[in-house]
């Protein structure tokens, strides 16, 4: 609505018009009561506003509305880089992305996240989080048959790839007893298998049938290495 648009344009307005960099800053920069009240309210407002937009798009689902979430969220991580939610919002953030499929973005975030604030309540779904998004932006099985071709020697792997190797070492790394290390374990066997990387593929299935030898990836490991 017309309204909704206003207030949106009057937001980011004040948002930029009062900040640090800003004349108003610059004049009153040496009454730091008033800087401080005057972040911690731009903080909320635009806080507050990101997070109703994000409600809202899930609701409705339409990309006009998680793209205006999503520049909410960029204006928040921008102006606010240093707030005490700033982890949280670096999170939703990156639901927000995966949600709009884009993937490597939203792993990008995630992993901001478990950085940022390795305590913290957003942690542990963070470092699986951005597994899942960037397990997302790899090639699909036929692209890397297409890729790999009739080659026996090891193939590189590609960036996404190799993003998705690093993000999947750090889960089974830092969450050894999580009941989802498995299918983590498998995955990265199964890529290195699929570009010929076949010393370090039969390490990952062996691993996979010796630790967890009543799980699903098991059998599959096991017929993996019989192959």
Not at 8 to 34: C, H, M
Not at 122 to 133: D, G, K, Q, R, T
Request: glycine content about 4%; overall charge neutral.
């Amino acid at each position: 609505s017309n309204n909704q648009k206003v207030y949106r344009q009057e937001l980011f307005t004040w948002i930029d018009e009062y900040g640090p960099g800003s004349p108003w800053y610059e004049a009153n920069k040496s009454n730091t009561k008033l800087t401080e009240e005057a972040y911690t309210l731009r903080e909320s407002a635009l806080r507050t506003y990101a997070l109703s937009l994000h409600r809202n798009a899930q609701n409705s689902n339409k990309k006009a509305d998680l793209q205006q979430a999503s520049q909410a969220y960029l204006l928040y991580i921008n102006k606010f880089p240093d707030s005490p939610r700033i982890t949280e919002m670096h999170y939703f953030y990156g639901e927000l992305l995966y949600a709009i499929g884009e993937y490597k973005a939203a792993g990008s975030q995630y992993q901001i996240v478990a950085e940022k604030d390795p305590k913290g309540k957003y942690f542990e779904p963070s470092v699986l989080n951005s597994v899942l998004a960037l397990e997302k932006s790899i090639k699909s099985e036929e692209e890397i048959k297409k890729a790999v071709g009739d080659k026996l020697e090891p193939v590189p792997f590609s960036e996404a790839e190799a993003a998705f190797m690093a993000a999947a070492d750090k889960y089974v790394a830092t969450f050894p007893r999580s009941e989802k290390t498995v299918d983590v374990k498998f995955k990265m066997g199964r890529l290195h298998y699929a570009y010929n990387h076949f010393d370090d593929a039969l390490a990952a299935f062996k691993d996979v049938v010796a630790k967890y030898p009543k799980t699903q990836s098991a059998v599959f490991s096991a017929n993996l290495i019989l192959d």
